[in-house]
């Protein structure tokens, strides 16, 4: 079993994406491994595409895309779909 929660940031480097990046850190626990990755490398776009990401910002937790995204980023549910809380054993 893994023991970090996946937490993935795809982001394009704007300020939008940046601020982002910076709340999805803020309410991430010692449990979190967040990653940002650049939509600008073709294979993380590729990636986004099969996720079915349209938009960034975007955040995936656990593989699964979270429902904030495509209308900004959501601190209730970024946390309701995990981020910030230690994995359950």
């Known amino acids: 079993m893994n023991d970090k929660r996946k937490v993935e940031i795809f982001s394009a ?13 803020r309410l991430a626990c010692s449990s979190c491994e967040v990653t940002v990755l650049d939509m600008k490398n073709p294979d993380i776009a590729k990636r ?10 975007a955040v995936v937790i656990d593989g699964r895309l979270a429902e904030c995204c495509g ?6 549910t970024l946390k309701a779909a995990g981020l910030g809380q230690p994995l359950s054993n």
Do not use: D, R, Y
């Not at 704007?14 to 999805?24: F, K, L, P």
């Not at 986004?48 to 910002?57: E, H, Q, R, T």
């Open 48 to 57: 986004a595409k099969n996720l079915g990401i349209g938009s960034v910002p």
């Open 71 to 76: 209308q900004g980023i959501n601190e209730e």
């Open 13 to 25: 480097g704007c300020a939008i994406c940046e601020e982002a990046v910076s709340v999805v850190n």
